[in-house]
């Protein structure tokens, strides 16, 4: 069952408006239930007793489960033991190793310790002047198609904002070349692979330490083939010399070769790159597809927005430079973050056993840090269901360990900042001169295989604002 509010909410009462999410079950499930809720919806099986903040522990099958939802026993498993708890789920290592190989997102020991520090440096908040324009073009393109819509158009939410998304970062990733079709192939490939790939490995819960191998179908193959075509194609173009300056990969090979190491070959190179890729496009697409759900059920933010933008701006288009005055841009892509947090499950195997508070973790066990419960933890925040973006405007203090929509510690996401600035950047320059509201009567629903999208897509309209509130 899921909370959805009729759509849309023109103007609800401050802070009132309730977004849509699965209301949790009062009691345990059950075993099969909760084995068909994880393979249709990884975020539906969750009790209420579930969100309290703290810790828990239970087994599927022949498989210790431990649920870590407090700041402290996080700080434990991310830091304080990182070394025991740095490695991914066996269900997600599974999910990901035949798109990404061992690319930064799903690699462990050796493999993360010497590649993270190249990736970490190309995505690094010093280059965002860099890639700044490359957004700005992006979005005023977007702007620009939309002008050219018939009056009150519909467009389905997150195929535009995965174009959108998908032209910055393959321009920041592949350099300008790089052919929109081809573009185009890898954003089809990764939503084809998302949709064809079991987020639940049933055999590390029968007792696999490592699951099973997940060898999908003809349609899955074909969505890794695209992506791989496409990525292999630029890397090689890279090394031959015939690649763009400036370009994410370019910046990558260069750093690898000054770094003296053992250089990068070429699988290792289109691993990151299709990495670096996935989550740059696909987390801040749902982002934005969310941010826009949220505003069009707000009419209050929606105002103080467009108002913000209007005093900052004026009639000229937002820029990255502006980005530290458009304080409730900030906010709503941060509280959107809350609520639906690209991927709200970031479960680690434990390599030995070990203590967690009053829990004995045994070895090889699924230890779940989940945003998801983290972040509407009623212990943690203040209603914590609602859309209040104004608390991230209020001064207040926000434990480092209670928000990890970008996970925290050694692991946080190199490139946490290019993505929220990004989001913040396209939403401001879109949201001033268009209002988009969801298809009336168009049921939300929040489902996550891989990341948490809204089931379906978002149709929604979209509404020219008054030429003098934009450009």
Not at 106 to 132: C, N, Q, Y
Not at 328 to 352: D, G, M, N, S
Not at 407 to 417: F, H, K, W, Y
Request: hydrophobic share 45%; glycine share 8%; net charge neutral.
């Amino acid at each position: 069952m899921v909370h959805t509010p009729d759509v849309p909410l023109l103007h609800p009462i401050l802070g009132d408006f309730i977004p849509a999410h699965p209301i949790p079950p009062t009691r345990d499930p059950g075993l099969l239930r909760l084995i068909l809720s994880a393979r249709r919806n990884l975020i539906e099986g969750w009790t209420q007793a579930s969100y309290r903040a703290g810790i828990d522990s239970f087994r599927i099958l022949r498989r210790q489960i431990v649920v870590v939802n407090s700041p402290e026993h996080i700080r434990h498993v991310i830091v304080t033991r990182h070394a025991n708890y740095e490695r991914k789920s066996p269900q997600m290592r599974r999910a990901l190793e035949a798109l990404l190989g061992d690319g930064l997102f799903i690699s462990d020991g050796e493999t993360w310790k010497r590649r993270r520090p190249l990736v970490a440096d190309i995505v690094h908040k010093r280059r965002l002047p860099e890639f700044g324009e490359t957004m700005e073009h992006a979005a005023l393109a977007v702007a620009a198609e939309w002008d050219e819509l018939p009056d009150d158009a519909e467009i389905e939410l997150t195929e535009e904002m995965g174009r959108l998304t998908a032209v910055i970062i393959s321009r920041a990733v592949f350099g300008k070349s790089i052919a929109r079709e081809a573009a185009q192939q890898v954003v089809d490939g990764f939503s084809a692979y998302q949709g064809h790939t079991d987020s639940f490995n049933l055999g590390y819960f029968l007792g696999a330490d490592e699951g099973w191998p997940a060898f999908g179908g003809r349609r899955r193959r074909w969505a890794i083939a695209m992506v791989h075509q496409v990525v292999d194609s630029v890397v090689s173009a890279h090394l031959a010399g015939e690649g763009d300056s400036g370009s994410m990969i370019d910046l990558l090979i260069r750093r690898n070769q000054r770094s003296g190491g053992e250089p990068l070959d070429v699988t290792a190179l289109r691993n990151e790159a299709a990495t670096i890729f996935m989550a740059g496009h696909e987390t801040t697409a749902t982002t934005l597809t969310w941010a826009w759900y949220l505003l069009a059920n707000d009419g209050w933010v929606a105002d103080s927005v467009h108002d913000e933008i209007e005093a900052v701006c004026g009639a000229r288009a937002p820029r990255l430079a502006d980005l530290p005055k458009l304080k409730w841009c900030r906010a709503v892509i941060q509280e959107t973050l809350r609520l639906y947090p690209p991927v709200p499950l970031l479960p680690r195997q434990a390599k030995e056993a070990d203590r967690i508070g009053h829990i004995d973790v045994e070895k090889s066990a699924l230890v779940m840090i989940a945003p998801w419960l983290l972040h509407r933890s009623p212990d943690l925040w203040d209603k914590p269901n609602h859309f209040m973006p104004e608390r991230f405007l209020s001064g207040v203090r926000i434990d480092p360990f209670a928000y990890i929509p970008f996970a925290v510690g050694p692991r946080i996401c190199p490139g946490m900042n290019f993505g929220l600035d990004e989001a913040v950047l396209c939403l401001a320059i879109l949201a001033q001169r268009f209002k988009v509201i969801p298809r009336v009567g168009y049921k939300i629903e929040p489902v996550c295989r891989l990341t948490l999208r809204p089931k379906g897509g978002l149709p929604a309209m979209i509404v020219k604002r008054p030429a003098s509130a934009g450009v």
